[in-house]
């Protein structure tokens, strides 16, 4: 794991510029890197995440590509295998689909396939979940997806410091790395981040709110619902510790396994839809090994299972909110 051996500024940054950060910095320290993707390099990203990069890292370093997901994670596997370490990016979650084969049967089965002997350090830029006009095919949230896959690790940021921060681990780790941002978090309020630090690994949650009466973990922009039902279930009296688990996997199981041994509720919350949605793998794990501690059944709350629709006033009613989370809170609070 590299890191970097100097004083750590803090700056305001929004989550899209810390991503652009985090890209700038690894480009800078580590001279392997790539950074490639549809639009990515001279239009500066759909959502301007990358902008001004190729300007300052030129055009053999980060480049536009056809349109062609399978081609160009083909090339990063190949490239990963070699010596490089190419950062992709992937410009919807839903369209990484279609390079299905490069990431889980390739990609993901280097370090195996050759008993160690190669390795395949590359990281996926992607995003996900739903804005108001987003359709279907724009609107999925796949983590659970690829967490089921041995060989990648999966991380979802939820602040402007996670999305330097895990990043910038993606792009250190030897490991291949799916990033999974939300694209109605890039432009958001300007947050403090802490930049040129030390590199951290790429795992480990952030227990983001303590409490004694409850446990919520979560991940990606539902952090921000979750800490603000908090705030409204204290005012109540109920004392809700918030996890943001950063990373689906690996999955920080011992913070979460600590965490809900002192509150003796979980509720899981998630964009993703219930069936099959990781938070099913938490409730499972959390059940069978604390059963007899737990004072009530684990929680899930998501979105319901059917297809995101783009009116904004009918997204609203699917995905978990501060008000929903808190009224499942409540019924768990009943227990304690």
């Known amino acids: 794991m590299h890191s970097a051996p100097r004083s750590a500024p803090t700056v305001q940054l929004s989550f899209a510029k810390a991503v652009n950060a985090a890209l700038r910095r690894a480009l800078a320290e580590l001279p392997e890197t790539i950074l ?23 055009a053999l ?7 062609s997901e399978t081609a160009m994670l083909g090339a990063a596997v190949g490239a990963a295998m070699t010596g490089l370490r190419p950062i992709v990016e992937i410009m919807w979650i839903d369209f990484s689909l279609v390079a299905m084969d490069q990431i889980v049967n390739q990609a993901a089965n280097v370090r195996y396939v050759s008993a160690g002997r190669l390795s395949a350090p590359l990281t996926i830029r992607t995003q996900q979940g739903a804005t108001p006009g987003s359709c279907a095919q724009h609107s999925q949230n796949l983590e659970a997806m690829y967490a089921h896959v041995p060989g990648l690790r999966v991380g979802i940021p939820a602040t402007a410091q996670d999305a330097y921060s895990m ?6 780790c030897d490991d291949p790395t799916l990033v999974i941002e939300n694209r109605a978090l890039y432009h958001g309020e300007p947050q403090d981040v802490v930049i040129d630090g030390p590199v951290e690994c790429a795992e480990g949650a952030h227990v983001a709110r303590e ?11 539902m952090l921000h619902q979750a800490l ?11 004392d809700a510790e918030v996890i943001n688990a950063r990373w689906i996997a690996p999955f920080d199981w011992r913070t979460l396994m600590s965490s809900v041994r002192r509150t003796r509720n979980l509720l899981v919350v998630h964009e993703a839809n219930v069936t099959g949605g990781f938070g099913a793998e938490i409730g499972m794990r959390v059940q069978s090994e604390l059963f007899g501690l737990l004072a009530a059944p684990v929680e899930r709350l998501g979105v319901d299972d059917c ?15 501060a008000a929903r989370i808190a009224e499942r809170a409540r019924k768990l609070a009943r227990h304690i």
Request: proline letters at 8%; zero cysteines; charged letters at 20%.
């Open 36 to 58: 490639y993707g549809e639009d990515l390099a001279k239009p500066g990203g759909v959502f301007g995440v990358t902008r001004d990069l190729q300007a300052e890292s030129g």
């Open 61 to 67: 370093r980060v480049f536009d590509t056809p349109i």
């Open 167 to 172: 990043l910038l681990a993606a792009i250190h």
């Open 211 to 221: 409490g004694t009466n409850l446990t919520i973990v979560t991940w990606g922009p």
């Open 228 to 238: 603000a039902a908090a705030d409204e279930l204290k005012a109540e009296g109920i």
């Open 307 to 321: 297809r995101m629709p783009a009116a904004p006033h009918l997204q609203a009613a699917l995905i978990p909110d």
